[in-house]
């Protein structure tokens, strides 16, 4: 339970640093711990998500070690070794859809499970092409637990109806022990942090627009320094947009191009933002963001946008609501299999405050502004970013608001609370 006060007349003025992507936490312990030798990943993400992927590479056999400011020491065998029990993967798809292409080309047995939200999420997705490239997968109902059981794969020319990152990456990371080639396409470019990863340890991936090709490969470890989470610094940047008189930088923040869907939003709504000293971290582009308090205006978001702000459209709608006139999301609807339907979520939520929105089946639409009164509970629905998403609304809400079952933040983001109290 978490109770949002918003102190009178806050501004939110100084600068932070974000802690580190989550996406690119999972990928670099998992390609860490097939690559034979010594890697080392510095500022890895303490969430609970990068944690579970940690435990399951564990569980595999790998030599892992947690120094202190989140450095992790991989040593690898350059395989997997037979798990002693039932993977759990906890709330993190990432690492069960992932972990599932890796564990499909190995020499024994394995079963994945994870907590009540992650057993009702859709693993069809992954389960098909696995099994067209010879892998022995199933899932009662394609839901989790999964079990696998080891196979000799090999490569296929995969033409993806949806643009997921998670379903791509299970391909490639399947692709690094299949015989042969294998091409994935997907409709829009999804998040590439797996190929950039990939390429940047040495594994033979090409890449042309969207369709990416891996042939079977060895990979070389390395040091990868995680960049900042940018769907993290979007509460914040949402924040200081709709906080009078608020001036922020948030630094650190990773800006690979595939994620920076938030960024053009803003840009469209006419916010206040600007880039700072841009550079480049273990192949992923980075920089510093400064965002003021802004008058928006409403935009419509569809298309080829939304992989690229999948995970921001929560607080993209609470943005929404202090933009004038009316905007609306479309082409959204893999939104409903997130760690809650987050377009049912969000819409039932923002309303209990005083929002004018509708959902439709693809999306949403807000229309602004309007004055959030508050004075309610609301529900997470057991959801880190609808927990963020509402606090981030609280700042700006006429009364107190009660959010019920606050704690999931620390899925992504345990620091989230601290860095905004800094800003205050
Ligand atoms: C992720 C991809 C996205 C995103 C998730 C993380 C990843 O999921 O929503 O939070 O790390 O690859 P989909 O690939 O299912 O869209």
């Given at each position: 339970m978490k109770n949002i006060i918003p102190p009178n007349n806050i501004k939110l003025r100084g600068s932070i640093t974000i802690p580190a992507d989550k996406s690119i936490s999972h990928r670099a312990l998992m390609l860490a711990s097939i690559a034979k030798g010594k890697s080392v990943v510095n500022?890895?993400?303490?969430?609970k998500d990068p944690l579970s992927t940690l435990s399951v590479c564990k569980n595999l056999g790998v030599n892992i070690e947690i120094k202190e400011n989140n450095t992790v020491i991989v040593n690898s065998y350059g395989h997997f070794s037979a798990p002693k029990s039932i993977l759990d993967c906890g709330n993190s798809g990432s690492t069960m859809r992932m972990m599932a292409g890796i564990l499909a080309g190995q020499n024994f047995n394995s079963v994945l499970t994870g907590d009540e939200s992650l057993c009702k999420r859709p693993m069809k997705r992954i389960i098909e092409p696995l099994s067209l490239m010879g892998a022995n997968i199933s899932a009662v109902g394609y839901k989790a637990p999964i079990n696998i059981t080891g196979a000799n794969l090999h490569g296929i020319q995969y033409s993806s109806k949806i643009s997921s990152a998670q379903v791509k990456s299970c391909i490639l990371l399947a692709g690094l022990f299949a015989q042969g080639v294998t091409t994935f396409k997907e409709p829009a470019l999804s998040r590439n942090h797996t190929e950039l990863m990939m390429k940047y340890m040495d594994a033979d991936i090409t890449t042309n627009g969207t369709s990416s090709i891996i042939r079977k490969s060895e990979l070389t470890p390395r040091t990868i320094n995680v960049v900042g989470d940018i769907s993290s610094a979007a509460f914040f940047m949402t924040a200081a947009l709709i906080v009078p008189g608020s001036d922020i930088i948030i630094k650190?923040?990773?800006?690979?191009p595939t994620r920076t869907g938030i960024i053009d939003v803003i840009l469209q709504m006419g916010g206040d933002i600007e880039i700072l000293d841009k550079r480049v971290e273990s192949g992923e582009p980075v920089g510093d963001i400064r965002v003021k308090y802004s008058n928006l205006k409403a935009c419509v978001i569809q298309g080829d946008i939304i992989p690229r702000l999948i995970d921001e459209l929560p607080v993209i709608a609470v943005l929404a609501t202090q933009a004038e006139g009316s905007t609306t999301v479309k082409n959204?609807?893999?939104?409903?299999?997130?760690?809650?339907d987050r377009i049912f979520a969000i819409v039932h939520e923002l309303k209990k405050l005083g929002a004018d929105i509708k959902d439709t089946p693809d999306g949403f639409i807000v229309n602004g502004k309007t004055t959030l009164k508050g004075g309610t509970a609301t529900e997470t629905y057991n959801d880190h970013r609808l927990a963020m998403s509402l606090y981030t609304a609280g700042l700006i809400c006429q009364k107190e608001i009660l959010i019920n079952?606050?704690?999931?933040?620390?899925?992504?983001?345990?620091?989230f609370e601290t860095l905004m109290n800094s800003l205050m």
């Amino acid at each position: 339970m978490k109770n949002i006060i918003p102190p009178n007349n806050i501004k939110l003025r100084g600068s932070i640093t974000i802690p580190a992507d989550k996406s690119i936490s999972h990928r670099a312990l998992m390609l860490a711990s097939i690559a034979k030798g010594k890697s080392v990943v510095n500022n890895f993400s303490n969430g609970k998500d990068p944690l579970s992927t940690l435990s399951v590479c564990k569980n595999l056999g790998v030599n892992i070690e947690i120094k202190e400011n989140n450095t992790v020491i991989v040593n690898s065998y350059g395989h997997f070794s037979a798990p002693k029990s039932i993977l759990d993967c906890g709330n993190s798809g990432s690492t069960m859809r992932m972990m599932a292409g890796i564990l499909a080309g190995q020499n024994f047995n394995s079963v994945l499970t994870g907590d009540e939200s992650l057993c009702k999420r859709p693993m069809k997705r992954i389960i098909e092409p696995l099994s067209l490239m010879g892998a022995n997968i199933s899932a009662v109902g394609y839901k989790a637990p999964i079990n696998i059981t080891g196979a000799n794969l090999h490569g296929i020319q995969y033409s993806s109806k949806i643009s997921s990152a998670q379903v791509k990456s299970c391909i490639l990371l399947a692709g690094l022990f299949a015989q042969g080639v294998t091409t994935f396409k997907e409709p829009a470019l999804s998040r590439n942090h797996t190929e950039l990863m990939m390429k940047y340890m040495d594994a033979d991936i090409t890449t042309n627009g969207t369709s990416s090709i891996i042939r079977k490969s060895e990979l070389t470890p390395r040091t990868i320094n995680v960049v900042g989470d940018i769907s993290s610094a979007a509460f914040f940047m949402t924040a200081a947009l709709i906080v009078p008189g608020s001036d922020i930088i948030i630094k650190n923040v990773g800006l690979n191009p595939t994620r920076t869907g938030i960024i053009d939003v803003i840009l469209q709504m006419g916010g206040d933002i600007e880039i700072l000293d841009k550079r480049v971290e273990s192949g992923e582009p980075v920089g510093d963001i400064r965002v003021k308090y802004s008058n928006l205006k409403a935009c419509v978001i569809q298309g080829d946008i939304i992989p690229r702000l999948i995970d921001e459209l929560p607080v993209i709608a609470v943005l929404a609501t202090q933009a004038e006139g009316s905007t609306t999301v479309k082409n959204a609807e893999d939104l409903r299999n997130k760690e809650t339907d987050r377009i049912f979520a969000i819409v039932h939520e923002l309303k209990k405050l005083g929002a004018d929105i509708k959902d439709t089946p693809d999306g949403f639409i807000v229309n602004g502004k309007t004055t959030l009164k508050g004075g309610t509970a609301t529900e997470t629905y057991n959801d880190h970013r609808l927990a963020m998403s509402l606090y981030t609304a609280g700042l700006i809400c006429q009364k107190e608001i009660l959010i019920n079952n606050f704690d999931w933040v620390k899925i992504s983001f345990p620091e989230f609370e601290t860095l905004m109290n800094s800003l205050m």
